[in-house]
């Protein structure tokens, strides 16, 4: 069992950037993907981006292409969202999520972390 913990989320305005980080307990960590969603009020949770256990591979949706940026540190067990030249349509809680392979699809994630809320002001 993994579990996930959330932080780094906030107030900014837009243009501005954000780093939040992923705490995971269990010594499976890095035999797993790692992904990031989001949920804005109203709306579905939408994938942002992936990583492969060593890294190696990175998937981003379209939308946070050339802004986001996911990285992981297996020695720490944690995952990082670096946000940059953010937009007030990336207000959402943000979830960070465990998964047998690198995929988009949310129902192939298995464990979830409790999110971060991220809002951008215009």
């Known amino acids: 069992q993994v579990q996930l913990v959330e932080s780094g989320g906030g107030l900014v305005q837009a243009g501005g950037s954000l780093r939040l980080s992923c705490a995971a307990s269990g010594r499976t960590f890095n035999l797993y993907a790692l992904g990031w969603f989001r949920q804005a009020p109203g709306k579905s949770r939408e994938f942002v981006a992936a990583?492969?256990?060593?890294?190696?591979?990175?998937l981003y949706a379209e939308s946070v292409k050339g802004r986001f940026t996911i990285s992981r540190d297996n020695a720490k067990n944690t995952v990082y969202l670096q946000m940059n030249s953010l937009k007030p349509e990336d207000t959402a809680v943000y979830y960070c999520a465990i998964g047998r392979s690198l995929t988009a699809i949310k129902s192939d994630y298995w464990g979830w972390g409790q999110g971060t809320q991220v809002t951008v002001s215009s």
């Open positions: 990583i492969r256990w060593d890294g190696g591979r990175t």
